[in-house]
């Protein structure tokens, strides 16, 4: 029998964080069994039907029993056979309640129509990524917000200069026209992998062909121990633990490291004060 909820901030947590692009055509149906199965965890899940992603922290045993739930529960029918689950560790709890939300879309770019369930970018594992960014035919962007890139990332990666994934595609489709004139390639990564996913998706219905880091930043930490020989910083995490480094371990920096001095992220801080008041 796994812990009850209202005892979880007592024993070691640990955080997984998975999505798939996947056709859900009961994703209504989909919504209430995750709410299901997630009574005693802590955290985020957003249905659409385009697949799910999520967010969750909970025991090991908890964990254990939702990820097996997510591959082998007969209503999935197997969809979620082969979602990818990534774990870090947890000193701080991060979050303070659970959350399973129906939505249009698991991740929100700004651009109608955009399928990535059936085409995406290539995806580059972790242990081909080292060579792929050292070339000089390639152009690596960061597809995250200013305020991420600004606490860590790949040397040489271009900060595209926004404050909401919404933004990304005018940045995109303003410098497209000098990358093919240069003949550059475009390698891409993020967090978890969704963001380059979705935008991989779309650019090439521009005729741009993505390389993007399998499973993102954190899978890359997880499986390269040597990470910091490409990664500059921390990374940040959107939950109340800040930033990881590259072992995956939780960082000292706090909500004013990340934004603090900055007016136009006043507002991003004042949020994070209050998730950090909840969580106590």
């Keep these: 029998m796994t812990t009850?909820?209202?005892?979880?901030?007592?024993?070691?947590?640990?955080?997984?964080?998975?999505?798939?692009?996947?056709?859900?055509?009961?994703?209504?149906?989909v919504t209430l069994r995750l709410r299901e199965l997630t009574h005693n965890l802590l955290g985020s899940i957003l249905v659409a039907e385009e697949g799910i992603n999520g967010v969750l922290a909970g025991t090991t045993d908890a964990v254990a029993e939702f990820?097996?739930?997510?591959?082998?529960?007969?209503?999935?029918?197997?969809?979620?056979?082969?979602?990818?689950?990534?774990?870090?560790?947890?000193?701080?709890?991060?979050?303070?309640?659970?959350?399973?939300?129906?939505?249009?879309?698991?991740v929100f770019l700004g651009v109608d129509d955009v399928d990535a369930v059936s085409k995406k970018g290539i995806d580059v594992p972790p242990a081909e990524w080292r060579e792929l960014i050292a070339q000089d035919d390639v152009v690596v962007i960061d597809n995250r917000n200013s305020f991420e890139f600004?606490?860590?990332k790949f040397r040489n990666a271009v900060d595209p200069g926004v404050d909401n994934f919404r933004d990304f595609p005018k940045f995109i489709e303003d410098n497209v026209p000098t990358w093919q004139?240069?003949?550059?390639?475009?390698?891409?990564y993020c967090t978890g992998g969704i963001r380059c996913e979705k935008t991989s998706?779309?650019?090439l219905d521009m005729g741009v062909p993505v390389y993007q880091l399998e499973g993102g930043i954190l899978n890359y930490f997880e499986k390269m121990p040597d990470a910091d020989k490409d990664w500059e910083g921390e990374c940040f995490v959107f939950?109340?633990?800040?930033?990881?480094?590259?072992?995956l371990q939780e960082t000292p920096t706090t909500p004013d490291d990340v934004y603090g001095g900055?007016?136009?992220?006043?507002?991003?801080?004042?949020?994070?004060?209050?998730?950090?008041?909840?969580?106590?």
């Design 150 to 152: 600004k606490l860590g």
């Design 201 to 203: 998706a779309w650019m």
């Design 4 to 29: 009850p909820i209202s005892t979880l901030t007592n024993q070691p947590l640990v955080h997984t964080a998975f999505y798939k692009f996947v056709r859900l055509h009961d994703a209504d149906v």
């Design 262 to 280: 900055e007016p136009d992220w006043e507002w991003r801080l004042q949020r994070a004060r209050r998730l950090e008041e909840d969580s106590d």
């Design 67 to 106: 990820e097996a739930a997510m591959r082998d529960d007969a209503l999935f029918a197997g969809r979620f056979a082969d979602i990818q689950f990534k774990h870090s560790a947890c000193d701080t709890p991060p979050f303070a309640r659970i959350k399973v939300h129906r939505k249009s879309e698991i």
């Design 181 to 188: 004139k240069e003949g550059k390639r475009v390698a891409m």
């Design 239 to 247: 939950d109340n633990r800040i930033a990881l480094d590259t072992h």
